[in-house]
């Protein structure tokens, strides 16, 4: 109710008059519809280029995640195979080594065997050699003595030289144990 000095009481004191509700919401419709056509698409607008960037951004992390799963796959697989290559290098190395350590033990056999032939070839060389030397000496020193008894010379060298390889045969055919025929 309004009293007579136009002030209103009671329950109308809470309520406008009409021309203020009309004119707030003339102003309100104003504000709303400026905030609706130029501000709720703007900020639209970038909310939505913000979860584009993030959604992106998600999806470039899982493609680089699944990369490196990727990646992390193909050098322990290519890890495993440079072990085992390895191995295998290792493996045929040894082969190599023994077949090389082999062959040298071969060569050294066969060096062994050659070195000692030659050395048989040259004991024989010089027992030949030394046996002729010790005829002709035996031989020379059976003839002085021969004279030294006889008391003459022998002049006749053939018949010395039979002499001295007849002696020399028959020592040969002795046995050497106690020096007595």
Same mark, same amino acid.
């Given at each position: 109710?309004?009293?007579?000095?136009?002030?209103?009481?009671?329950?109308?004191?809470?309520?406008?008059?009409?021309?203020?509700?009309?004119?707030?919401?003339?102003?309100?419709?104003?504000?709303?519809?400026?905030?609706?056509?130029?501000?709720?698409?703007?900020?639209?607008?970038?909310?939505?280029?913000?979860?584009?960037?993030?959604?992106?951004?998600?999806?470039?992390?899982?493609?680089?995640?699944?990369?490196?799963?990727?990646?992390?796959?193909?050098?322990?697989?290519?890890?495993?195979?440079?072990?085992?290559?390895?191995?295998?290098?290792?493996?045929?190395?040894?082969?190599?080594?023994? +077949?090389?350590? *082999? /062959?040298?033990?071969?060569? $050294?056999?066969?060096? #062994? &065997? %050659? !070195?000692?032939?030659? @050395?048989?070839?040259?004991?024989?060389?010089?027992?030949?050699?030394?046996?002729? +030397?010790?005829? *002709? /000496?035996?031989?020379?020193? $059976?003839?002085?003595? #021969? &004279? %030294? !008894?006889?008391?003459? @010379?022998?002049?006749?060298?053939?018949?010395?030289?039979?002499?001295?390889?007849?002696?020399?045969?028959?020592?040969?055919?002795?046995?050497?144990?106690?020096?007595?025929?």
């Amino acid at each position: 109710m309004i009293t007579a000095s136009g002030e209103p009481e009671g329950i109308f004191l809470f309520i406008p008059p009409l021309y203020e509700v009309i004119l707030s919401a003339l102003c309100l419709a104003a504000i709303g519809f400026v905030i609706a056509k130029y501000v709720v698409p703007t900020y639209l607008r970038t909310l939505d280029e913000r979860a584009e960037k993030i959604e992106g951004g998600i999806r470039r992390a899982e493609e680089a995640e699944a990369q490196i799963a990727e990646e992390r796959s193909r050098s322990a697989t290519e890890l495993e195979a440079a072990r085992a290559e390895a191995g295998k290098a290792r493996d045929e190395a040894r082969e190599d080594a023994k +077949a090389i350590v *082999a /062959d040298a033990r071969r060569q $050294a056999a066969a060096e #062994a &065997e %050659r !070195i000692l032939d030659a @050395a048989h070839a040259q004991i024989a060389a010089d027992t030949k050699a030394a046996e002729i +030397a010790l005829r *002709a /000496d035996v031989g020379t020193l $059976a003839t002085q003595l #021969a &004279e %030294r !008894i006889v008391g003459e @010379a022998l002049k006749d060298e053939a018949l010395a030289s039979r002499v001295v390889d007849r002696f020399l045969d028959e020592l040969a055919a002795a046995p050497t144990g106690g020096g007595k025929p």
